[in-house]
């Protein structure tokens, strides 16, 4: 079984698109991750959930984590509008420290479960020709090596 | 908002249950991750999908990544079978590198977001008493932080 075989359509967004957008995207659809693509179309990064939720964190929070208890009560309005107008490229942390979590379309399933597993990522991305075609998201890996699918 | 209000029940394994049974739980009811609890109840791993994962990959795989390529026809019977007898404590990866996604029933939403994006977690487990109480998942701490829910 190969990642084409695995793959699902799987939303994406600019890095020049509103970081709100993302986020909301993600807790729309219930989706594990997210991947960004560049300008040009070719997916730069692999976003696992947790770390889209940082874009909703202020920087003040990240900055000093005892503010997270002080103002645990503060409105999701007042948090979401410090977020109006930001990109995703503004709100995105610094370079990934692992590698990115792309395969090819004929990547295997153990290939694809070894990036996952050393990316932490609950997604891999299935590229071809720098163009982004679909994800492979963990519970297609699970059910396929488990024999479930 | 606090954690009390926002975790659901959340199932847990044991550190000395079969590895197999960690993976189809996770399979079979979609979760983002699992609390892996030590003999006397208490949490002591807060495993992401992406980890659990791990059990099913052959070690000799993670020792030559390129085996993956190569072996990606192996059936899932014969993936599952090395890993059958092993338990939890055995085919763990080493001690976690970062902190335990743990927080109290009073903790705030945004301390839970900043945990969550810290660790790299999916789930945070809720704990009193060094009891697990419950789970507070990604999409549920999006939804309040976005005003959704």
Known sequence: ????????????????????????LLAEQHLPGIVVCEPDGRPSRILPGSQVLRFLIPPYVQDDETLARVIGDQSAERLTSALRGRSVREVLPGPPAGELAVCRPDSTILEIAVLMARAHSPLVAVVEDARLVGCVTLPRVLDALLGLS
């Open 1 to 24: 079984m190969f990642a084409r075989d695995l793959a699902t359509p799987c939303p994406s967004i600019g890095v020049d698109d509103p970081a709100l957008d993302a986020a909301r």
